[in-house]
């Protein structure tokens, strides 16, 4: 059976794309080593348009304004420069609006984009550049420890990994009083959130990230709106952080962490991600993207009871197994970490590696 | 030339849902059709594999090791046609996989044409995300920046009778021209037009360029009083299969497999569904209901009419934590018949977005999954139920219209551990009125007959007859005002060998009267007072009943079926109702 896999790797080969929303420029050259900051790549992003309706204003049809317009698309416009003139005895004139540029002239029309920004691709990770894709942006590899997650709000940022202070074991709850100004800027490791303060907080800092083991869903919509990547490596409700997460990242704090709290898309197999770049003497196998399972493999459980527990694959058992959801199923035998060896069905499963 | 048993052909069908690919082969047993057996993998549409092929080869594999029949080369390439016993003759597909299309809806009024062209998008896999109308405020920078922003996937544009407006219409399609323009070319949507036709031309001409593909199809509301979607369904499930190829790997593939023979599965469905409503030319309609982890879809057929609902809202897969956008944990929690936490089910609705694949193995999770899955089919019966002409012949006003029979597809309903817990599933969300009979489409065989019919009309009708499909129940659900614990109904059963049961029905109550499934029977219904059992108020009357797994259902709940605000005596209720279905 098809095995889905959730990388959670302590020293690995990462190659990851980073491409623009739309086409644009790239600036970054192949071999070329990056740093999180660096940009990669560059584009305008057209924020707001304006259609100046040069035939209504002036009282024209529309194939006789279009006679009449002195802009192209493409040129810039400063605000009350002339878009178009109808001479006679009091010459009737057309200004632009806004500064801005001309996107496309016709029907007695001219559409102006206003408010463009350049949108700048920074790296997100340290690495080499090792492909680029003309107007869309490149690929970066890198190596170290990568721990995928399963939730994220959209954001990216590198920085020092600290974990919350008091931190005792990975199902502790984030209180607001763990959080002061010594963490300002800090990608923060922590259990459990759910109290919005604890997030308010968080962002007023602010923290330059911050990574659980699972979030309350009431929280969701704030995480959303919070200005900095939250990634969640486990759950929704009150779930310790697996074990194996936990203790890479605990073993890694203090160091820079690039933290990438991208969706999780099935479709297109993106995950929330966390990177911790680390020194190689020698190149290292990619981790693997697909599998069926097999007796010895590193499993998370993703369905009650059990819940996010890890364990080994111990046995796969023939035919259907029934559980008592009343369900009969295809399962296997899972020994805990605990030592109790539980029976899980197979698409309750998850390798990790 | 029409199809007849002498040109009968091995059928195989894949049907590529969401969660799981299904491999159906159906085959000619002493002189029709039947129902062979089902191969089954799960869906490899999604990362790692992005490409649907992996998962149809391994369903037809597993197809080979339960029939012992070989499909595949060696190369793992489907022989078509049979050689040597090897291989089919006639492939078809339908496929469901892969994310509800962005779309934006385009029209003049909104009362007319935007009505008809959102009904149009509700026959697909669709999200609507944005309507731009005439009677639209904003101006039209401001639809354009919509546009822009949400960069949608289709733009569905109706409006203007045949040989009516035309500047209103092109007055909208500058909007959308401007956006598709200002769009980069990799991210221009499709477009359909379905509006006035003597248009047409000037709208292809503006739009046909600036488009990833421009479709015409006839106008979907020709004259003002006037709605006619079919055509331009057909031509949006061709648009959605444009699209799936494009986007989907291993669809163009799988398309040519089929010999242009890959549908949507609603579409497929609703195609059936149609079908059978004409050919059983009853005063009622025909109900397909499919629960799937990309959508909940239903079709309701009457006299080859269809009203088809795809909802993407209420599919219990990905989009899952959506649902409560649409209703409230409170209404979730109400089907939940034992005592759980509301903040567990929370939890569960959300961790369920993440793992869509991934199946209940503890009693509380199997409550909440049945909860789920009741409350979102409820809420796609409200939906379709305004959708449904109102020329149609309703129970009360705005009640359900009749129906008989409803098939039911979706593994929730038809794999529940016990075949009364999905009939409860069914009773609790559809509520059907007058009398009935629930079937189970256990096998997922409506998209692959649907898709097949188009082959062969032979198929459908023998394969329907054939067993291929599970009878659960004959459904009584009567009508009354009467108080509960109340004498509404009076009934006796009388089999084919002269037993006799009779029953008195109270209101509020849930009743079964078990029959065997292979036996025959009459049902007489004596109304007390005013009921109406399916025979009009206070009308008696009779029915044949042929053996069904569980028999006759009386469901006198009342419609609609009101639950106790009190949560212990509701959960009570619950249990007894599901023990009543045999547990």
């Known amino acids: 059976m098809l095995a889905p896999i959730v990388h959670i790797l302590p020293l690995t080969t990462i190659r990851r794309e980073r491409l623009l929303p739309v086409s644009g420029r790239v600036v970054a050259r192949l071999d070329q080593k990056v740093s999180p900051l660096d940009v990669v790549a560059e584009t305008n992003l057209g924020q707001k348009h304006i259609l100046v309706d040069v035939a209504r204003s002036l009282g024209l049809t529309a194939d006789m304004a279009d006679t009449l317009i002195q802009c192209k698309p493409g040129e810039r416009l400063t605000i009350n420069q002339l878009i178009a003139q109808k001479s006679g005895f009091v010459p009737q004139i057309v200004r632009s609006p806004n500064d801005g540029r001309v996107v496309a002239v016709g029907g007695g029309q001219v559409l102006v984009e206003i408010g463009d920004t350049v949108f700048e691709l920074r790296a997100g990770f340290p690495g080499t550049i090792t492909r680029i894709f003309p107007d869309r942006g490149v690929e970066i590899t890198s190596n170290g420890t990568l721990i995928q997650g399963m939730w994220g709000n959209d954001r990216v940022d590198y920085g020092l990994m600290l974990m919350a202070p008091r931190l005792n074991s990975p199902g502790d709850i984030l209180e607001v009083d763990q959080l002061d100004v010594s963490l300002r800027g800090a990608i923060l490791m922590a259990g459990h959130c759910s109290d919005p303060h604890a997030l308010e907080m968080a962002g007023e800092l602010p923290l330059r990230g911050l990574i659980l083991g699972s979030i309350s869903p009431d929280l969701l919509p704030m995480a959303l709106q919070s200005r900095f990547p939250i990634v969640v490596t486990d759950g929704f409700g009150h779930h310790p952080m697996n074990p194996l997460a936990y203790k890479l990242l605990i073993t890694n704090t203090k160091r820079e962490v690039a933290i990438n709290s991208t969706p999780y898309n099935r479709h297109t197999g993106a995950r929330p991600e966390i990177i911790i770049p680390l020194p190689v003497s020698q190149p290292l196998p990619e981790a693997r993207d697909s599998d069926v399972f097999s007796a010895g493999q590193q499993v998370r459980i993703c369905r009650n009871p059990n819940i996010y527990e890890i364990g080994i694959l111990k046995n796969l058992l023939p035919g259907l197994t029934i559980f008592p959801s009343g369900l009969s199923l295809q399962a296997a035998e899972v020994l805990l970490e605990s030592g109790l060896i539980v029976i899980v069905p197979m698409v309750n499963l998850e390798v990790l590696g | ?583």
Request: with cysteine; proline share 5%.
């Open chain 2, 1 to 583: 030339m029409p199809s007849s048993l002498i040109d009968a052909d091995s059928v195989m069908a894949v049907d590529v849902g969401s969660c799981t690919t299904r491999a159906t082969l159906f085959d000619v047993v002493e002189g029709s059709y039947r129902f062979i057996s089902i191969g089954q993998s799960p869906t490899t549409a999604s990362a790692p594999f992005k490409n649907v092929e992996e998962g149809v080869v391994r369903a037809i594999e597993n197809l080979q090791e339960i029939t012992g029949r070989t499909f595949l080369s060696s190369e793992n390439k489907l022989i078509i046609p049979s050689q040597d016993g090897s291989g089919i003759d006639i492939f078809v597909a339908t496929i469901s996989a892969g994310p509800a299309y962005k779309t934006v809806i385009v029209g003049l009024l909104n009362d007319v044409s935007m009505q008809s062209v959102n009904r149009l998008a509700r026959s697909t896999y669709a999200r609507v995300v944005e309507s731009i109308s005439v009677n639209d405020r904003r101006n039209p920078e401001e639809q354009i920046d919509s546009l822009l922003q949400l960069e949608p996937d289709l733009v569905l544009i109706a409006g203007g009778t045949d040989g009516g407006a035309t500047r209103s219409v092109q007055k909208v399609i500058d909007i959308v021209g401007l956006a598709c323009y200002l769009l980069p070319a990799e991210k221009r949507p499709s477009v359909l037009y379905a509006g006035n036709q003597a248009v047409a031309g000037d709208v292809s001409n503006s739009l046909k360029a600036l488009s990833s593909s421009f479709n015409v199809s006839p106008n979907i509301r020709p004259a003002l009083d006037v709605e006619d979607l079919q055509p331009a369904s057909r031509e949006l499930a061709d648009v959605n299969m444009q699209m799936r190829r494009n986007r989907l790997g291993g669809v163009q593939d799988l398309y040519s497999m089929t010999g242009s023979n890959l549908l949507p599965t609603a579409y497929a469905e609703g195609r059936l569904i149609r079908f059978m409503s004409k050919v059983y030319q009853s005063n009622k309609g025909v109900m397909g209901i499919d629960v799937g982890a990309s959508a909940t879809t239903i079709a309701a057929g009457f006299n080859g009419e269809l009203t088809l609902g795809v909802y993407p809202q209420f599919g219990l897969g990905e989009w899952v934590s959506g649902l409560l956008r649409y209703t409230n944990m409170d209404e979730i929690m109400r089907w939940i018949p034992m005592e759980i936490p509301v903040n567990y089910v929370r939890d569960y609705i959300y961790h369920k977005s993440v793992y869509p694949n991934s199946v209940p193995a503890t009693l509380e999770d199997m409550a909440v999954e049945q909860a789920l899955t009741q409350q979102a089919l409820r809420l796609a019966i409200g939906a379709i139920n305004k959708e449904i002409p109102t020329s149609i012949k309703r129970s009360t006003p705005g009640g359900l219209p009749y129906f008989e029979p409803i098939l039911a597809s979706g593994s929730v309903i038809t794999n529940a551990p016990t075949v009364g817990q999905g009939l409860m599933i069914l009773l609790n969300s559809i509520q059907p009125v007058g009398i009935t009979k629930i079937i189970f489409d256990q096998n997922h065989l409506l998209p692959g007959i649907g898709a097949a019919a188009g082959h062969n009309s032979m198929l459908p009708v023998q394969i329907l007859e054939s067993g291929g499909f599970q009878g659960i129940a004959r459904v009584i659900a009567p009508l009354s005002s009467a108080r509960a614990g109340v004498p509404i109904l009076r009934g006796r059963l009388v089999t084919s060998d002269g037993n006799e049961t009779r029953f008195e029905i109270k209101q509020g109550t849930l009743d079964l009267i078990p029959f065997a499934s292979e036996g025959a029977g009459r049902l007489f219904l004596e109304p007390i007072q005013h009921t109406d059992a399916g025979f009009g108020p206070g009308r008696s009357g009779e029915v044949q009943v042929i053996g069904t797994l569980l028999g006759v259902v009386i469901d006198a709940r009342g419609r609609p079926l009101q639950l106790s605000k009190e949560a212990g005596y509701r959960r009570e209720m619950l249990k007894k109702w599901i023990w009543t279905l045999g547990g």
